[in-house]
């Protein structure tokens, strides 16, 4: 199915940013990508080319065109994260997704300190996930725009750990803003919709 990213973001940014954004430091906004580079060069992939976003993420990384697929996978990834946060977010999971932690991990709690570890541990820029393989969940990092879009996982949500998305308000600290995001913002639910 065609769902044009650009119109996705167009969607959630207004309700994400201002609520979820502000949730964490009152008077300041936490995600601040929109503006990123990455963002402008969606629309002219649709443009260009009748295809899902997915699907050029999927094709220029198979084709190792890496101009294309670090845009267009920035943008999906974002779309994706945005996606995977809520106002008044984290809290409990849904019992499903629960469970799938406890077999995984052994408990909610250590389902998220391996996000947290794999999303502090990222050296550099990059993105923490958690996704499902073999309806079994498990937490990875990728570095700078790479996705499980391109691989077997099935990505659940993520956590962005580019420096620009927690500077302004957390500087250096991205353990505190990890911990901020899974305590405060994370979508179970998001989650557990991808799971399917
Ligand atoms: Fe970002």
Redesign the pocket.
Same mark, same amino acid.
């Given at each position: 199915m065609h769902r044009p990213c650009s119109a996705t973001l167009l969607t959630i940014l207004p309700f994400v940013l201002p609520a979820a954004g502000c949730f964490l430091v009152p008077g300041r906004c936490l995600?601040?990508?929109a503006g @990123?580079p990455?963002f402008p060069v969606v629309p002219q992939l649709h443009r260009s080319r009748d295809l899902p976003l997915e699907a050029i993420v999927k094709e220029s990384f198979a084709q190792s065109k890496m101009a294309i697929f670090n845009n267009a996978a920035?943008a999906w990834?974002?779309s994706f994260?945005w996606q995977s946060l809520k106002p008044n977010g984290g809290g409990e999971p849904p019992a499903t997704l629960r469970d799938k932690m406890i077999d995984a991990f052994g408990s909610v709690a250590e389902c998220k300190k391996a996000l947290a570890e794999a999303a502090v541990g990222q050296f550099g @820029?990059g993105w923490a996930w958690l996704v499902a393989e073999g309806g079994r969940l498990k937490v990875i990092r990728t570095p700078n725009a790479e996705t499980p879009l391109t691989g077997p996982a099935k990505p659940l949500l993520t956590i962005?750990v580019?420096e620009?998305?927690y500077y302004l308000d957390y500087q250096n600290r991205r353990a505190d803003y990890v911990q901020a995001v899974l305590d405060k913002l994370i979508n179970w639910e998001f989650a557990l919709q991808n799971l399917g």
């Open positions: 995600p601040r990508t @990123s990455s920035q990834n974002h994260y @820029s962005d580019w620009h998305a």
